[in-house]
């Protein structure tokens, strides 16, 4: 069973540029989770979501939103650019919605901001 | 709020035992689950731990003690390949989502 994939793996922006990443989830899974991961600050969560519904939002400005597709496939988007966005972005996938269950995490999109 | 903690960096010789602390205040407790991340790669799951006690797994071992909101990750017959970071995460009650603690940069030297 092919695990998660993430698109683009990197990604060069300026200020101001919006972005969108993507992630395919383990096949059969239906919870998505994004998480930034800084140098500084580790892993924090952003959002999930489960069957197209966001279920659960971090402390994140809205400049930060996401979706997911009815075949469990997630984007995230990110307006308005800033340095500080700069980071590794990681999504996990899960079978179910905030349970117990392992999430499973892709190899993330490291994006750059210049 | 809720609070993770976990030392910063720890360092190790090949062969020897090592355990990594964790101490977490959270609104509720659900699971606490411990990863695996090598430099430039995804976190890999190593461990849930829910009741409190010990859980082996070949050379990793999760200890909880929900009492104490304590959990130590103890690695056995470390290998050069253990040197990475391993970080902690708590699933609350009441949110529904993975807190992570910023880590813990093992360097396991020969």
């Known amino acids: 069973k092919a695990g998660v994939t993430q698109t683009p793996r990197y990604l060069i922006k300026t200020r101001g540029q919006q972005v969108t990443l993507s992630c395919s989830p383990i096949?059969?899974?239906?919870?998505v989770s994004w998480y930034q991961q800084t140098p500084g600050q580790g892993l924090q969560f952003l959002f999930e979501?489960?069957?197209?519904?966001?279920?659960n939002k971090g402390n994140f400005p809205g400049r930060f939103s996401g979706r997911q597709f009815s075949n469990s496939r997630s984007e995230m988007n990110v307006s308005t650019l800033e340095l500080g966005d700069s980071a590794l972005y990681l999504c996990?996938?899960?079978?179910?919605?905030?349970?117990?269950?392992?999430?499973?995490f892709g190899p993330g999109t490291r994006l750059t901001v210049l | 709020g809720q609070n993770i903690d976990q030392p910063t960096e720890m360092t190790a010789t090949e062969g020897a035992i090592v355990q990594i602390n964790c101490t977490y205040q959270?609104?509720?407790?659900?699971?606490l689950f411990w990863y695996q991340q090598h430099a430039g790669e995804a976190p890999t799951f190593l461990s849930y731990?829910?009741?409190?006690g010990l859980e082996e797994k070949g050379r990793f071992s999760s200890f909880l003690s929900r009492s104490k909101g304590y959990s130590y990750l103890l690695l056995k017959e470390l290998q050069m390949k253990d040197s990475a970071s391993y970080l902690c995460?708590?699933?609350?009650?009441?949110?529904?989502?993975?807190?992570f603690g910023t880590g813990t940069r093992l360097q396991v030297f020969p």
């Open positions: 979501y489960f069957s197209e519904t966001q279920r």
């Open positions: 996990a996938s899960s079978l179910s919605q905030g349970s117990t269950d392992t999430q499973y």
């Open positions: 995460a708590v699933m609350g009650r009441n949110t529904d989502k993975l807190i």
């Open positions: 959270t609104s509720g407790f659900n699971g």
């Open positions: 731990n829910v009741l409190d």
């Open positions: 096949s059969g899974h239906r919870s």
